[in-house]
Structure formats: C-alpha cells, structure tokens
C-alpha cells in the first residue's frame, strides 16, 4: 500500500516550453502532496505544498508562475515548468501525505522525474 | 528554524562490516525524525522513524536509529551490510507531525559497499 506514481519518469524539452509532471496516488487519497527538487548530488529541497481544490502553497524563493501547482482530484497534482530553461533541469520527487493510525502523518514519495532542458 | 546536518559525505564499507551513519538536528523541541534511502535515479524510500517513546527505533532492510537528545542526534545502524545497501541516505526532521508538517533534509550520505 501507499504507493505514489509519478510521469514521466524522464522528459527532455526545448527551452522556452512547458511541462507537466503527474504524481498520483495510487492505492489512497491525499489531500495534501508535497513538490521537492533535487540537484544532482544534494539534497531535497521542497518548492511548495499541493492542496486539494486550493492554491498551492509556495516555499521562499519558488516563483509561482513559473511552477503551477495543480490539485484537482485527492489523486493527483501535477507540477507545470512554464518556459522552462536549462537552469530548471533537476530531478523533480513529489510525496504524498498520508494519515496512519493514531492520527499521525507520514509522506510515501514518487520515484521522481527527471527533467532535461536543451 | 530546524535544520539537519549529515557530516559524512561518503562512506566506504566492506560487505558484512557494521555501518553506522551521523545524522544531526537542530530543533528547539521535541523534533520528528526520518530516515530515507534513496537508489540512484529512484525517489525515497522510508527506513524508519522517531516519533516518541522508545529512542531505539527499528526500521526495514534490517536498519536502526537511536535518538538521542542530550547529543542531538539520530544515528543510523547497520551490523552487517550488504552490496544492495549501496544508496544515498538521508536524515530528516520536522517539527510536527499534524497538518501540513514540512520536512528538512540533510545532504545526504553516500554510501559504497566494496566486496
């Protein structure tokens, strides 16, 4: 159980396009998931938290209309690069948040995205 | 603001040898810590936990934590490893575990198993 898909898995795009990354849960509903990014050979940093059917919640220094967040369904958000630029190639890894007995939170990630801009 | 350090950035161990990894925090209160393994290419996967009580924690794929708070830390343990447990690891802490907790990460370990 708690399993969380993302797609692609890879995608390479031409600057000035956009993308769209999926991540899903597959086997539960999560309101809230959750966007990091990764360089290579660091660590993960979260760019915002993705609430169902509200805006998304940006951390400092994520520019917002350039990362879309979209929650529409307790199953799915998806994270839209607009005109991106090569400086946005990194590894993408969303999480979903799920409730555990006791009323604690726990966060099962997605096996990332790996976005290459030319 | 919590924050976590991960002061080995390498580590090489021989296959069977017992592993430990440095994980550590920076939180005024009581904090909520993680342990991942990330493969290369693959997204994190949860080894274990620290919430409250016990601080010797068990996880998967035969991995240990110990909380301890007088030092600030929550080392990862392995007795014996073994060549599939080559992967980054990271250490992570959040402050609460209700609402939309967020997670701090450190960099990260990186690990070798030589035969």
């Known amino acids: 159980g708690a399993v969380v898909s993302q797609h692609p898995s890879w995608v390479i795009c031409k600057s000035g396009t956009s993308v769209k990354i999926e991540c899903r849960s597959l086997d539960f509903q999560a309101t809230t998931m ?8 660091q660590s993960l940093m979260l760019m915002a938290t993705s609430n169902e059917g509200s805006k998304a919640t940006y951390e400092q220094g994520v520019e917002k209309d350039k990362f879309l967040i979209n929650h529409a369904s307790l199953t799915l958000s998806t994270l839209t690069v607009t005109s991106a630029h090569p400086e946005d190639s990194s590894f993408y890894i969303c999480s979903a948040r799920i409730q555990t007995s006791g009323g604690l939170y726990e966060q099962y990630f997605g096996p990332g995205t790996r976005l290459t801009v030319t | 603001a919590q924050s976590v ?11 069977g040898a017992s592993l430990e990894l440095r994980c550590n925090y920076s939180y005024g209160a009581t904090p909520y810590l993680f342990w991942y393994v990330q493969s290369p290419g693959q997204g994190l996967q ?3 936990k620290y919430f409250s009580g016990d601080t010797l924690v068990q996880g998967i794929k035969g991995f240990e934590a ?10 990862l343990r392995k007795p014996s490893v073994h060549w599939s447990d080559a992967a980054e690891y990271f250490c992570a802490v959040a402050k609460s575990n209700f609402g939309n907790e967020k997670l701090t990460f450190g960099t990260g370990t990186r690990l070798t198993i030589i035969p």
């Open chain 1, 34 to 41: 959750f966007w990091y990014r990764q360089f290579p050979k």
């Open chain 2, 5 to 15: 350090t991960q002061p080995d950035i390498h580590i090489t161990v021989s296959e």
């Open chain 2, 66 to 75: 110990e909380f301890k708070r007088s030092q600030s830390s929550f080392n």
């Open chain 2, 46 to 48: 949860l080894l274990l």
